[in-house]
């Protein structure tokens, strides 16, 4: 089928596009710069200009596709308001394109977070999270699911704090930039709390597998460790960059901390059931020994 795919030069979009063109699929990609047209025609696909603001454009991809795969999101996590914005950015652009396959039976893949339950591992069947600083992005998820009323296969990809490749990426990423800033390579609190984890080249299979299987109004995990202690990930950190690990403020997390101080574990258990989904890359703490000082 023909693919139109928003957020696909990012490091999960790029993995999920040549996932897509692997087998057998066409694609067309949002691209925002002449760089990032540049790159997704290197890669085979074909480049359909303009952002994730330009409701009008992704309108148009998604009526001329058979299905479409939603990733934007502009990871702006420097402030309280440049994430308000970003979030309502992206729930405008989700109802966009929702709008423009109802009534289709196309399918239509979200991408979301995996949900964090008191006590236990988040299962598929957990709703999404509404509220804390990107609630709103559950909101709008939860929206293109109900569109499966609406004549829209739509499904979600849940998305673990971690998504990496090459040791860059996700949660574990902006710990490794926070730590090159600050000197030393910290986790709030005692470091207990968990984080559930996926490599991008496994994240993508099943984007794909989302794509040509999921039922309308599903979502699914995309967890392949189902939690890191975020002590023994900054401790990988620190030995990588030669800097001491230790306990820091929440606030050193800016407006992200309290996420980063949850304990939020996860399951991929149905999805590997339902899809026949396995991770087969290398997980988060063998990933991260990629970290170059």
Known sequence: MHVFVTGGTGLVGSAVVAELLGHGHTVSV???????????????????????????????????ADGVIHLAFSNDFSSAEAVAQSVAEESAAIAALGEALV???????????????????????????????????????????????????????????TVHNEGDGGFAGLLTRIARQTGVSGYPGDGAQRWPAVHALDAAVLFRLALEQAPAGTAW?????????????????GRRLGLPVES??????????????????????????????????????????????
């Open 30 to 64: 949002l691209a925002r710069s002449d760089a990032s047209a540049l790159v997704v025609e290197k890669a085979g696909a074909e480049a359909v200009r303009g952002s994730i603001a330009d409701l009008d454009v992704l309108r148009a991809g998604a009526e001329r």
């Open 103 to 161: 009534g289709t039976d196309r399918p239509f893949v979200t991408v979301s977070g995996t949900p964090w339950v008191s006590g236990r591992l988040s299962t598929e069947a957990d709703p999404a999270p509404t509220d804390g600083p990107v609630g709103g992005r559950g909101r709008a998820v939860t929206a293109a699911l109900e569109l499966a009323s609406r004549g829209v296969r739509s499904s979600a990809v849940r998305l673990p704090r």
């Open 221 to 237: 995990h995309a967890v392949a460790d189902e939690g890191d202690a975020v002590r023994d990930i900054a401790a990988i950190i």
């Open 248 to 293: 820091v403020a929440e606030e050193t997390f800016g407006p992200l901390g309290p996420i980063f101080a949850a304990d939020q574990p996860s399951s991929s258990v149905h999805t590997r059931e339902a899809l026949g989904w396995e991770p087969k890359h290398p997980s988060l703490l063998e990933d991260l020994e990629n970290i170059q000082a």
